[in-house]
Each structure stands twice: as structure tokens, then as C-alpha cells.
């Protein structure tokens, strides 16, 4: 039997062998047949990950100085050569306005509603804060109204309105636990 087991498994290793010595002739066949569009496609795959590399390294290069840019702009506000550099980048050039407090300007919903936000805070009125929560546009910064206006309300002793700002903030909001304290306990200053 040691024999024959032998023998039935150098037989299988040899039809390994010769399998893969086909797939080898096979393999080398087609890379013979196909050797110029195989070489233009890896060339081609090389010059578009050099492409996309050296756009990436551009365009990071391009926010480096804008931000470096904003920077000298922030600390003087009378750089004109800053200041061209921010005012190619929209979005940074409505971040810059925000800072300056040139409200006027802005046209970016989100900063609008920053603005808005800031506004309403400012004058710490109910009406101010309400109106900022009815505005459909203002999708950020409503769970700190919402907190604000609680308070407002629990001063003049409303509860029931303060619990219904209380559910209208977002569960994952810091916020909400702020508001369970003011809730449970009713601290107002």
C-alpha cells in the first residue's frame, strides 16, 4: 500500500504541475497577444493617480494660503493683498464678514442663520428667540434657543410652554439634559 499511495501522489503532483505550467503558457500567450493595451492601461492608471495626487497637492496647497490669508486678514483688517486672496474663496470670505460683524453682507444661509442666531441672542427677547425657531431657514443652534427661551418661560412661571420646548430638543443634544435640571429643579436666575 506505501507504494501505490506513493505513486496515485506523485501522479496528482505532477497533474498539479503540469496545470499550472498550462496556466503559465496561458498567462504568458495572453500577455504576449495583449502586451501593448496591457502596458497602455497600467501607464494610463499611473498618469491618473499622478494626476489626481498632484490636483489634491494643489488645491491643499491653494487652502493653506487662504487660511494663512485669513489669519493676516483677522489680524489686520487693512490687508488688501489678504483680503483679494480671501474674497477667492467664498465660503471663507462669508466666515471673514461674519467675524467683522458685516452682516449685511453675508448671503450664506448657514451664516445667515448664525447671524440670525446671534441677533436673537443679543436682544434676549422672547419674541427674538420665537421668531428665530419659526424661521423654516434657521436649521442650526435651535436646541439653545429652545434652552434660552425654557428659562424665559420658567420665570414667568409657564411651565406647561417649558416642557414643550423641553421635548422639542434633540435627545442627543446636551442641551436636553441641561433642560431636565432646569425643568426638575426650576433654577432661574
Do not use: C, W
Not at 53 to 77: G, M
Not at 84 to 95: E, H, M, R, S
Not at 151 to 167: D, Q, S, T
Amino acid at each position: 500500500m506505501g507504494l501505490k499511495d506513493e505513486i496515485k501522489k506523485d501522479t496528482q503532483e505532477l497533474k498539479q504541475d503540469e496545470e499550472l505550467l498550462v496556466k503559465v503558457f496561458k498567462l504568458e500567450k495572453f500577455v504576449k497577444k495583449y502586451k501593448k493595451p496591457l502596458i497602455a492601461g497600467i501607464v494610463f492608471v499611473i498618469i491618473i493617480l499622478i494626476g489626481y495626487n498632484t490636483y489634491n497637492y494643489f488645491q491643499t496647497q491653494k487652502l493653506i494660503k487662504a487660511n494663512n490669508a485669513l489669519d493676516t486678514l483677522l489680524k489686520n483688517p487693512n490687508n488688501k493683498e489678504a483680503l483679494a486672496i480671501v474674497k477667492k474663496d467664498k465660503k471663507l470670505y462669508q466666515l471673514y464678514l461674519l467675524s467683522q460683524g458685516k452682516y449685511s453682507q453675508i448671503n450664506s444661509k448657514q451664516l445667515a442663520a448664525i447671524k440670525a442666531y446671534e441677533l436673537a441672542m443679543q436682544k434676549g427677547t422672547k419674541e427674538a428667540l420665537e421668531n428665530y425657531l419659526l424661521n423654516p431657514d434657521y436649521k442650526i443652534l435651535k436646541n439653545s434657543v429652545r434652552f434660552v427661551l425654557m428659562r424665559i418661560y420658567l420665570k414667568e412661571h409657564n411651565r406647561k410652554k417649558a416642557k414643550i420646548l423641553f421635548n422639542e430638543i434633540d435627545p442627543n443634544s446636551k442641551f436636553k439634559e441641561l433642560g431636565l435640571y432646569l425643568l426638575h429643579y426650576g433654577i432661574v436666575k
